[in-house]
């Protein structure tokens, strides 16, 4: 699906996703990433959200995004465990479906918030 064209291209907005992967700023990723405004990660992650672990966010709580988007991939995945140890270290995290989180971030981006979305293949 595509979202929108790029209008400020100092930050990293996502352009589009689906089952070949998300473009940021043009560039397509077929693998799981980490984004924020001024960085990029990728690879990232494991191939499933059963597989996510607390050593995945290493770079997040280094960064102290005001919150974090989790996209789980193709379905909405709790992992309840993970997330409370990302919230006791100062992370509040927001889970969801991949493509809501890629959508959710453009909005946060266009808000001025310090976002940063740990997405995994749309189609995983």
Not at 36 to 43: N, T, Y
Request: aromatic letters at 6%.
């Amino acid at each position: 699906m595509k979202l929108h064209r790029q209008q400020d291209a100092q930050y990293n907005l996502i352009n589009g996703y689906g089952q070949d992967g998300i473009v940021v700023r043009g560039q397509h990723y077929r693998h799981g990433l980490l984004v924020a405004a001024d960085w990029l990660q990728s690879p990232w992650g494991p191939e499933s959200a059963e597989g996510l672990g607390l050593e995945h966010f290493n770079e997040v709580l280094a960064r102290k995004p005001d919150v974090m988007l989790l996209g789980t991939g193709k379905k909405q995945h709790f992992p309840l465990q993970l997330m409370a140890a990302l919230r006791d270290a100062g992370i509040p995290v927001e889970v969801m479906d991949t493509s809501a989180a890629c959508r959710t971030y453009n909005i946060l981006m266009a808000e001025d918030r310090m976002v940063l979305a740990a997405l995994m293949h749309p189609e995983a």
